[in-house]
């Protein structure tokens, strides 16, 4: 029999000894085995650290982005290698869809977001700050990636969604991974890590693979590595308090599993869409993956008056769900992962009936369609009611990881904010209601203890990706018993593997630093106009000094009837009493408007287009008899990338427009985007 392997300093490696078994869920046999019984743990960190973390490094932010692009294009066209392999899990075509094609969606989310970053190596955090009377002293923050490895340890219940949702993100910020999955499911992962070293788009060192036991490498873990756990709250504590992590201050992130909940609000009746939508969401929760998923509804919180129909709605649909074989046809729900995770789902649920009773579902009978129950890990949904959920608590301490939930009454919006906290944390709630000030009262009253809430109405629901996704650039975690971490988030989770460090200095050395222009700086000064210069011969701290122009009562009144801005404050120096204005003030819009008659260049050039404005300031009133004048200096340049060979190779330029008056005081400033045409077209 073949057992996996696992990828470590740059080669595929099976473990020593005979391995541990793994088992197809839907029909119970032995398909491989898995041990990383004689891996080196301390020089797989080593090889990250030096041989990955470095070539990473050297690539910038847009390298790195399209190093993503380029890895979601090829494991996309290899997806239905992997909807073969994860049958084996006991997903359907859906569960797998979330898995391996939610997985993929990641990486083209993050490579995306390169065009929020600079085009280098590091980024810039907030703007600068003066620190001195005259502007001479300023600090900035920058963040560079750290110089560690992330190491990765993943639940069983996503294979490649939880796998490809963490390396987009520390890939993108410059740091390697080593991926650690749930050995229980580890042949998806195993088979997807041999598509990503197979193509070659990664550097050397940026990703290994731990299919087996990792037990031990914690203890070689140093200050800049970045540990992460999904996976439940009691072993993720249990991680959290390892010495070592202690010892060298290193960064986790927990995401463990919790006891999410939905509300079903007061104003919703049966007639009404929103009802129909609760259902649908919470027989969605309950099935998908088997209910095997960190966000999946674990308390379906109804009003009192409503639980009857809940009851009879929801028995309804779920009656309808066919459970077996993913591969026959009709087939909505597989099994469990495995027999393992069935019998601890087992007993949860008896630990559960302690103090509940049991509404909808029956362990003993119930039909698997193209598929031996008692071979694979088959289940049926399991719905609980609780009918004094503040006394019997059970439902709020214990999990049981399958399609298992309970339904419990509530009176008030208040006591449904109170019982939704009663679960000490959680990834995500969500609230089915028409009602905006409801909508109000639950999110800002239950916020505090959920990492996500959704809001469902008829107007959002056929959009909604629904409770239990969690989106890329949105941030996943939660506090208290969900781990208090967060995962994802766009921006937010990549900063996670970077060190955030104030820089302080002249504004002519943090630009020198950045490569990014701060005001004060000193101006290079050339003979040729930026608008006629190409892309590469563009430099950061480039200044053009304009000619003036006299701001005149005519050109406010032209501006006014061009524009129909006729606001008061332009058109009537008899209605300013009370305001901060001595007289008729010149348009914002024309002061900037009129800058960039006095900036641009006006013949074909090397520039292709303006494309937008960032960071308008209109910052003091220019009256008629003012003079303005502009510093138009180069601030930061990008590089894109072409869309096709024949595509003009371009960059964008971001130009900081500062007009100022007679007194040297600045009146407005900006940031303008303009697209610049390169020298070399190839």
């Not at 609760?278 to 409503?306: D, H, L, S």
């Not at 009454?409 to 905006?436: F, H, R, W």
């Amino acid at each position: 029999m073949n057992q996996l392997k696992n990828y470590a300093y740059g080669q595929w490696i099976a473990g020593d000894g005979n391995g541990q078994e793994l088992f197809n869920a839907i029909t119970g046999n032995v398909i491989t085995t898995v041990s990383s019984k004689g891996l080196d743990f301390e020089k797989m960190c080593d090889y990250a650290r030096t041989v990955g973390g470095p070539k990473l490094r050297k690539l910038t932010f847009q390298q790195r982005g399209l190093m993503l692009k380029a890895l979601a294009l090829h494991l996309q066209s290899k997806k239905e290698d992997f909807y073969k392999i994860s049958w084996a899990t006991g997903a359907t075509r859906v569960d797998s869809w979330v898995d391996i094609e939610g997985g993929i969606g990641n990486l083209f989310t993050y490579a995306s977001l390169r065009r929020q970053f600079p085009d280098e190596t590091f980024c810039y955090d907030g703007d600068a700050v003066r620190l001195s009377k005259n502007n001479t002293f300023i600090g900035h923050h920058i963040c560079v990636p750290k110089q560690g490895v992330a190491i990765h340890i993943n639940a069983f219940n996503f294979p490649v969604w939880g796998m490809l949702e963490k390396v987009a993100v520390n890939w993108l910020a410059g740091v390697p991974a080593i991926v650690k999955p749930a050995a229980l499911t580890s042949f998806l992962t195993e088979a997807v890590v041999k598509e990503i070293i197979a193509s070659k788009i990664l550097p050397e060192g940026a990703l290994q693979l731990i299919c087996g036991s990792a037990n031990g490498i914690l203890d070689h873990v140093r200050s800049q590595d970045v540990v992460t756990f999904t996976g439940s709250a009691s072993t993720g504590k249990m991680l959290k308090a390892h010495p070592r992590l202690l010892e060298e201050a290193v960064h986790f992130n927990m995401e463990a599993d919790s006891l999410n909940c939905c509300v079903l609000g007061t104003d919703v009746t049966t007639a009404m869409p929103e009802f129909d939508i609760f259902i649908k969401e919470i027989a969605r929760e309950i099935t998908t993956k088997a209910g095997q998923k960190c966000t999946a509804v674990r308390r379906i919180i109804v009003p009192e008056n409503m639980v009857e129909d809940v009851q009879i709605a929801l028995g309804k649909r779920l009656g309808q769900n066919v459970i077996g074989d993913p591969n026959i046809e009709g087939v909505r729900m597989g099994s469990l992962a495995g027999l393992s995770q069935l019998i601890e789902v087992k007993e949860k649920v008896e630990l559960l009936s302690k103090s509940q009773k049991i509404i909808i579902g029956n362990f003993e009978n119930f039909e698997v369609k193209g598929a031996d129950k008692n071979k694979g890990a088959f289940m049926p949904p399991i719905i609980f009611f609780n009918d004094n959920p503040f006394k019997n608590t059970d439902c709020h301490n214990v999990e049981a990881f399958g399609p298992v939930s309970t339904i419990m009454p509530y009176k008030t919006i208040e006591d449904a904010i109170e019982l939704s906290k009663m679960g000490k944390g959680s990834l995500v709630s969500s609230i089915i209601t028409a009602d905006n000030k409801i909508a109000r009262m639950y999110t800002l009253g239950a916020a505090c203890m959920h990492g996500r809430i959704l809001v469902l109405n008829a107007d959002c629901a056929k959009e909604s990706t629904g409770h239990g996704s969690p989106m890329p650039m949105l941030i996943h975690g939660g506090p208290g018993r969900a781990g208090g971490g967060e995962e994802m988030g766009g921006k937010r989770g990549v900063l996670h593997y970077m060190q955030r460090t104030a820089i302080q200095g002249s504004p002519t050395t943090i630009t020198a630093i950045t490569n990014q222009y701060q005001q004060g700086a000193k101006p290079i000064i050339k003979d040729i106009h930026p608008f006629k210069q190409y892309f590469e011969d563009l430099e950061v701290g480039e200044t053009l000094i304009t000619e003036k122009h006299l701001v005149t009562l005519d050109d406010i009144d032209k501006f006014a009837e061009l524009s129909g801005d006729k606001f008061y404050a332009h058109m009537d120096a008899n209605s300013l009493e009370g305001t901060i204005f001595t007289g008729r003030v010149a348009h914002g819009y024309f002061i900037l408007s009129r800058a960039a008659g006095l900036f641009v260049d006006a013949p074909k050039g090397p520039v292709l287009l303006n494309y937008g404005i960032d960071e308008c300031r209109f910052t003091k009133p220019v009256y008629p008899g003012s003079t303005i004048q502009v510093r138009f200096s180069c601030k930061e340049k990008i590089e894109q990338e072409k869309k096709n060979a024949e595509d003009i190779a371009k960059g964008i330029v971001k130009f900081l427009v500062d007009v100022y008056d007679e007194t040297g005081e600045t009146v407005a400033i900006a940031t303008i985007l303009t697209m610049v045409k390169m020298r070399k077209q190839s």
